[in-house]
C-alpha cells in the first residue's frame, strides 16, 4: 500500500495483493468463494478504467482503498464483519457502470440485475443498488440543475433511512473521492463536492448512529478542499 500526496491531503493507493493480505492478517474472515466472486466481478466491470486525472486506476485509488477503510472501521467498532459487508464494499460501484456492464452481459438474457442478484444474493444485491445514483431522467424539474438538486435530496434521504452497513460504505466512498479530487485543484467537481459536505455528508456522519472517525476525516477533506478553491 502506498500514499500518493498533494499538501496535507493523501490518497491511498492499495493492490489488490494489498487489500488480500490486509484481510487476512486483520480479520478472523476466510476469504471464501463470495468475496472471491465480488474480486473478479469488480476487475472485470472497473478494468482499465482511470480516475478524473486521466492515469490513476480506478480499482487501486477507489475500489480497493475504499473497501480497506470500511474494513478498518468494523475493526475498531463492536458492529460485527462479515464476508457480506466486505463483498458489499468491493462492488459498491458495479451497479453504476451501466455502459461497461451492458457491453458485458449483452449475451445474458437475464439481464445484469438477475444475474447478479444470483450470483451475490439479496443483501450484497440490495446494498449496491440503494448506493447507486439513479438516472437524472428518473426526476423531474424545469432545468436539469433542479433535477440534480432533487435527486440528491431524494438519495440523502435514501441514504438517511439505509442500513448502518451501507453508511459506511457510502462515507468511506464519500471521503476517499473528496480526497482524489483534492489532487485536481481546477476539477469541476471540487465545488459539488463542498457543497454536498455542506448540505448532508458532515451531519451524516453525526447522524446516529455517529461515525467520529468518519466525520473527523470528511470534516478535514471538506476544510482542504475549501482551501484549494479558495486559493484556486
Not at 486521466?54 to 473497501?67: A, C, D, I, K, Q
Not at 477503510?69 to 463483498?87: E, F, P, R, S
Not at 436539469?144 to 432533487?150: S, V
Not at 480526497?179 to 476539477?187: M, R, T, Y
Amino acid at each position: 500500500m502506498s500514499l500518493v500526496h498533494n499538501n496535507t491531503m493523501a490518497i491511498e493507493r492499495v493492490s489488490k495483493d494489498d487489500l488480500i493480505s490486509f484481510i487476512e492478517n486483520n480479520t478472523k474472515i476466510r476469504i471464501d468463494s463470495l468475496v472471491e466472486s465480488a474480486f473478479e466481478t469488480a476487475e472485470e466491470v472497473h478494468a482499465g478504467i482511470k480516475r478524473e486525472d486521466g492515469s490513476s486506476s480506478f480499482l487501486e485509488t477507489h475500489v480497493w482503498p475504499v473497501t480497506m477503510n470500511v474494513i478498518k472501521h468494523y475493526l475498531t467498532t463492536t458492529q460485527y464483519l462479515t464476508t457480506l459487508q466486505i463483498t458489499s464494499a468491493i462492488l459498491h460501484d458495479v451497479m453504476e457502470d451501466n455502459d461497461r456492464i451492458l457491453d458485458l452481459y449483452t449475451s445474458q438474457s437475464y439481464g445484469f440485475d438477475a444475474y447478479f442478484r444470483h450470483r451475490f444474493g439479496e443483501y450484497v444485491y440490495s446494498a449496491s443498488n440503494t448506493l447507486k445514483t439513479k438516472p437524472l431522467e428518473n426526476y423531474s424539474g424545469s432545468t436539469e440543475e433542479e433535477q440534480k438538486m432533487i435527486r440528491f435530496a431524494d438519495y440523502c434521504s435514501v441514504l438517511t433511512n439505509s442500513k448502518y452497513d451501507i453508511k459506511i460504505i457510502k462515507l468511506a466512498d464519500r471521503l476517499n473521492n473528496m480526497k482524489f479530487i483534492a489532487q485536481i485543484p481546477n476539477h469541476e467537481k471540487i465545488k459539488r463536492y463542498l457543497r454536498e459536505a455542506e448540505d448532508f455528508y458532515i451531519a451524516f456522519s453525526l447522524f446516529p448512529p455517529q461515525t467520529i472517525d468518519f466525520y473527523k476525516e470528511i470534516r478535514k477533506a471538506y476544510d482542504e478542499l475549501k482551501r484549494i478553491k479558495i486559493t484556486a
